[in-house]
């Protein structure tokens, strides 16, 4: 089951959870209609319709889930969807981080 928090880190508190739909479109159900025991990375890919994920480099997710890249201002979550065996954020500009709960290194993509 997927748990979907709106504005995890209390950062975007002007924007009603209506408007953050909007902004976040499609992609929250992508992530909850991905199985929860398959990877999330190929349930991405095959919904998306447009070949591999890239995966940006460079950048680090945070413990709360702000992603932050070297000379760019910290993203925080607009959207937080905790999975069995991951956690996905969701950010503006369609920028998803998913972290593993196992530690291994998230992975950053742009999904617009």
Known sequence: ??????????KHSHIDEATIDELVGIL????????????LI?????KYGFGKL????????????AYSYPEDPTLHPIMKLERTNETAYIYYHAIVSIVYKDG???FISRMD
């Open 42 to 46: 190929k349930g991405l890919e095959d």
């Open 28 to 39: 929250q159900y992508w992530v909850v209609a991905t199985l929860e025991d398959s990877d």
């Open 54 to 65: 890239y995966h940006m480099n460079g950048g680090v997710v945070d413990e709360d889930g």
């Open 1 to 10: 089951m997927t748990t979907i928090t709106y504005d995890p880190n209390n």
């Open 104 to 106: 291994r290194k998230p």
